[in-house]
């Protein structure tokens, strides 16, 4: 790695003053943990002339948790996400998540705003300067073709591989922003926009993965907020409901409490058993149970002649 550049770094106390300090330094960057950025930097991928640390500005540290909703700001770091007793309790699946980025190291300096917006990635792009100028540089940086796509016309294929969204993604989330022109909310999944296609062109609701995120010139994400929906409640997503439809999954009858073992034959279809008390009706009997005493053990056992089809 090169050494770092020159730059200022700013520490406003209010989230007025990181505002205005974004809306006058145009190419500045918020400064979190910096795990991120600080890399960015030192590989010369970035440069920017004026970074403004967050962490100092009031109300961006909290966490507000509780069994119906969960707030928490963007300077929280990922170690005190991971270990909040109320997170534990209540979205464990958002705290092992925190619990699992990188290392300790790193979770006690990266922030929960920093791995929502993390920059994406691909092994062309995450280099040092002299690697890439021997590559002529990519689509993301000063470079006129995507690597990971050459033919791609002018899409980039860069990759975005944050921790926490799919945690909060499935408690439909929602982030604050705030910038120069007010403060507003929206869905989480509404934040990302980099799906890389080819027949459409990068706008600001189409990006690609140079432009992954909806955020406008001067916005700082300021916090992420969720309702803790139980899962019977919601919408059976396609996964889910693609298992409960194939009668010869092992790992339907295991979310509905039965007693499940696999199959020879279909071991391959059959993830790890899921258990979801939710669930109340039974499988389905086996169609020859009562004429095959191959199928007799159907309640154990699934049918070796297919016949359950």
């Given at each position: 790695m090169d050494a770092l550049p020159e730059f200022r770094v700013l520490n406003p106390t209010t989230l007025d003053e990181a505002i205005a300090a974004r809306a006058e330094h145009p190419d500045s960057k918020p400064f979190g943990g910096g795990t991120d950025l600080v890399v960015n930097i030192r590989?010369?991928?970035v440069a920017p002339p004026v970074l403004i640390d967050m962490n100092r500005v009031e109300g961006l540290q909290a966490i507000h948790a509780d069994e119906n909703t969960i707030e928490i700001g963007a300077s929280v770091t990922l170690t005190a996400l991971a270990e909040h007793p109320a997170v534990v309790?209540?979205?464990?699946?958002?705290?092992?998540?925190?619990?699992?980025?990188?290392?300790?190291?790193?979770?006690?300096?990266?922030?929960?705003?920093?791995n929502l917006c993390l920059d994406t990635r691909c092994i062309f792009y995450n280099q040092s300067e002299w690697w890439r100028t021997a590559n002529n540089h990519c689509l993301k940086t000063t470079g006129t073709v995507c690597h990971v796509a050459p033919k791609s016309l002018g899409v980039c294929f860069a990759t975005f591989s944050g921790d926490l969204a799919p945690a909060l993604l499935t408690?439909?989330?929602?982030?604050?922003?705030?910038?120069?022109?007010?403060?507003?909310?929206?869905?989480?999944?509404?934040?990302?926009i980099g799906f890389a296609r080819q027949d459409l062109a990068v706008t600001e609701t189409q990006g690609d993965g140079k432009f992954y995120l909806s955020l406008r010139p001067g916005e700082i994400v300021t916090a992420v907020r969720?309702?803790?929906?139980?899962?019977?409640?919601?919408?059976?997503?396609r996964s889910a409901s693609a298992a409960r439809s194939n009668i010869r999954s092992?790992?339907?009858?295991?979310r509905c409490g039965a007693r499940a073992t696999r199959s020879p034959t279909y071991a391959w279809r059959s993830p790890a058993p899921i258990r979801?008390?939710?669930?109340?009706?039974?499988?389905?009997?086996?169609?020859?149970?009562?004429?095959?005493?191959a199928c007799s053990r159907a309640s154990t056992r699934w049918c070796a002649t297919r016949s359950c089809r």
């Amino acid at each position: 790695m090169d050494a770092l550049p020159e730059f200022r770094v700013l520490n406003p106390t209010t989230l007025d003053e990181a505002i205005a300090a974004r809306a006058e330094h145009p190419d500045s960057k918020p400064f979190g943990g910096g795990t991120d950025l600080v890399v960015n930097i030192r590989r010369g991928i970035v440069a920017p002339p004026v970074l403004i640390d967050m962490n100092r500005v009031e109300g961006l540290q909290a966490i507000h948790a509780d069994e119906n909703t969960i707030e928490i700001g963007a300077s929280v770091t990922l170690t005190a996400l991971a270990e909040h007793p109320a997170v534990v309790q209540h979205y464990p699946a958002l705290a092992q998540a925190a619990g699992f980025i990188a290392g300790p190291t790193h979770r006690n300096m990266g922030t929960v705003g920093g791995n929502l917006c993390l920059d994406t990635r691909c092994i062309f792009y995450n280099q040092s300067e002299w690697w890439r100028t021997a590559n002529n540089h990519c689509l993301k940086t000063t470079g006129t073709v995507c690597h990971v796509a050459p033919k791609s016309l002018g899409v980039c294929f860069a990759t975005f591989s944050g921790d926490l969204a799919p945690a909060l993604l499935t408690l439909d989330a929602e982030v604050d922003i705030a910038g120069p022109n007010g403060r507003r909310s929206i869905p989480l999944n509404k934040l990302y926009i980099g799906f890389a296609r080819q027949d459409l062109a990068v706008t600001e609701t189409q990006g690609d993965g140079k432009f992954y995120l909806s955020l406008r010139p001067g916005e700082i994400v300021t916090a992420v907020r969720a309702r803790n929906t139980p899962a019977c409640a919601r919408p059976m997503t396609r996964s889910a409901s693609a298992a409960r439809s194939n009668i010869r999954s092992p790992a339907w009858r295991s979310r509905c409490g039965a007693r499940a073992t696999r199959s020879p034959t279909y071991a391959w279809r059959s993830p790890a058993p899921i258990r979801a008390p939710c669930c109340s009706k039974a499988p389905p009997r086996c169609a020859a149970a009562a004429s095959t005493s191959a199928c007799s053990r159907a309640s154990t056992r699934w049918c070796a002649t297919r016949s359950c089809r």
